[in-house]
């Protein structure tokens, strides 16, 4: 609903605790890379993933011959 | 006339039973002894934990399926094992206790020649105070675990909907947990869930595991090639909550649940409390707590299991240090030591000691992930018992002759990290072998020929191909054997 900003939840009637009640940190200072727009929009791109299905299938069916022996 | 009992019907004991009887004539029974009625195809409960299929699409009975195949089913629970007889009964046997509703607390001794204990976990929700359905945490463990599951997360959505914001929390509820895959399987998919529907910036997704670095999957992580470089799956994980914008608690053991919150504590010692508005934590594993007893009455559970209550099998028991860990610790045939027809499979088997690297948190507590037993491995466990047992009585072999270690085998797993045929996307992973052996393999300890990642829409229809192709094979219909473990 446009215009609406969001609520925080209510606060519940818990007991005090003396750890401090804390969030974890996000990871947006952790050094791991960020998929360029172009990576994300080719793991949903049709044509690609068509044949990155038959690719990983082969993949895992040599894994899995190599298992079974 | 010999007879094969199987405790358990998952993937690891139904894919035996299954097997046993398609390599044994019809003089030899096979006899398998199981509480529920049903079989799971639990890789897809993510999907009904997030609403997106019914317990009906990812189960269907066990009883059609036995009579079409000539496999005798008792729907029963194990307690207790008499491996070297009872008395002046000389043959092993297997005490159960019905939970069919005709026959609920008969019990019956089933004698056996060949006992295969595939009894998988027994979740243990107990090990954290508040943990579970019945305390105030979900699961997504079993078919209707997963339901309670999606009606809560529908509630979620309505809540978010109407603008309030919520807070969830996702991952393991022990600091000794295994299944990280799974917690991280059902992270992603309620946050696609939540993006999907415009309702993603209302919502805190929270991953909280007792993995040292994401990406460590109870496994140790994984190395894998990728644009010419060799990188980490710690990397590859980390860089998936970036995107996504989830947050992470990582070396954490879950101490306690209340009604809306919990504490925790980390590796380094410090404590403290998340509250949230919707949670799912998986429980730690327990074996099945079966009894066993020697000819004479007297107990002998410890000899025969570990404290854990998964049975000791052909693995290096021998406590030691992590840097002195190998890949031969870990068994091969999943015979026991003492008793040549008992043999322990999936998730039953003990296990001699993690993957990971162990911790333990200033205060002595342990907090590091326990080794996966994945369904792959646990698939072809139960196929290379099957057929050592089948070798066994056919054809007279006095030892097994087929093995299954999890350091000469590979596994492939598919994470789903958002349904939908267009839209969906999932990370396919191979790696192998699934226990390093870093004598064969130096620097990795993995083949990084064979250990590799990817996400894309292709691993979302690989996953919900396995589904339909597991179910096929489960179902025993024609062709089924050709579905490779």
């Known amino acids: ?69 | 006339m010999a007879r094969v009992v199987v405790l358990g019907a998952g993937i690891s004991g139904h894919t035996a039973a299954l097997h046993l009887r398609r390599m044994l004539d019809a003089t030899h029974e096979v006899v398998v002894v199981s509480p529920k009625a049903d079989w799971n195809w639990i890789p897809s409960n993510i999907w009904v934990g997030v609403g997106r299929m019914t317990a009906s699409q990812v189960t269907f009975p066990l009883a059609p399926v036995y009579v079409k195949k000539g496999i005798d089913f008792r729907q029963a629970k194990a307690v207790a094992l008499h491996p070297e007889g009872d008395g002046d009964q000389r043959r092993s046997s297997v005490d159960v206790v019905y939970t069919m509703a005709a026959r609920e607390g008969e019990t019956e001794r089933i004698e056996y020649d060949y006992l295969i204990n595939a009894t998988g976990p027994k979740l243990n929700f107990a090990a954290t105070p508040g943990l579970g359905p019945d305390g105030h945490t979900l699961s997504v463990c079993t078919a209707e675990h997963a339901e309670l599951t999606a009606d809560a997360f529908a509630e979620v959505i309505r809540k978010l909907e109407q603008g309030e914001h919520q807070t969830l929390v996702i991952g393991v509820g022990h600091g000794t947990c295994t299944c990280e895959g799974a917690a991280f399987e059902y992270t992603f998919n309620v946050e696609h869930e939540l993006r999907m529907r415009g309702l993603r910036d209302r919502a805190d997704v929270i991953y909280l595991t007792n993995e040292y670095e994401l990406g460590d999957f109870g496994v140790g992580g994984m190395s894998f090639k990728q644009n010419g470089f060799v990188t980490t799956s710690q990397l590859w994980t980390e860089s998936l909550f970036k995107e996504r914008g989830v947050k992470a608690l990582s070396r954490a053991h879950v101490q306690r649940v209340e009604e809306g919150r919990l504490h925790y504590e980390t590796l380094d010692g410090e404590e403290g409390a998340l509250d949230f508005d919707f949670a799912m934590l998986l429980p730690p594993f327990r074996g099945a707590d079966l009894l066993a007893f020697d000819r004479k009455g007297d107990e002998i559970t410890s000899d025969v299991f570990a404290p854990s209550g998964f049975l000791k099998v052909d693995a290096n028991y021998t406590a030691k240090p992590f840097e002195e860990w190998r890949a031969e610790d870990w068994p091969r045939t999943y015979l026991t030591p003492k008793y040549p027809n008992l043999f322990g499979i999936g998730i039953a088997f003990a296990p001699p000691h993690p993957i990971s690297r162990p911790r333990t948190s200033a205060k002595g507590t342990v907090i590091s992930p326990a080794p996966p037993r994945t369904g792959m491995p646990s698939g072809l466990m139960g196929r290379q018992v099957a057929r050592s047992i089948a070798d066994m009585i056919q054809k007279g072999a006095t030892t097994p002759t087929h093995t299954a270690s999890m350091a000469e085998m590979g596994a492939a797993c598919v994470a789903s990290a958002g349904a939908g045929f267009r839209k969906g996307t999932a990370a396919a992973m191979t790696m192998f072998p699934v226990v390093p052996d870093y004598v064969k393999f130096p620097g990795y300890g993995r083949s990084l020929t064979d250990t590799t990642g990817e996400i894309g829409l292709a691993g979302h229809w690989i996953k919900h191909m396995l589904h339909l192709m597991f179910i096929y094979k489960a179902k025993g219909r024609p062709g089924w054997f050709l579905v490779p473990e």
């Open chain 1, 1 to 69: 609903m446009s215009g609406t900003q969001p609520t925080p939840s209510a606060k519940r009637d818990v007991p005090e605790t003396p750890a401090a009640v804390a969030t974890p940190d996000n990871l947006e200072s952790s050094t791991a890379p960020m998929p360029t727009p172009h990576t994300v929009r080719m793991r949903t791109n049709l044509p690609l993933q068509v044949v990155r299905f038959g690719i990983v299938n082969l993949r895992m069916l040599r894994m899995v011959l190599k298992s079974h022996k």
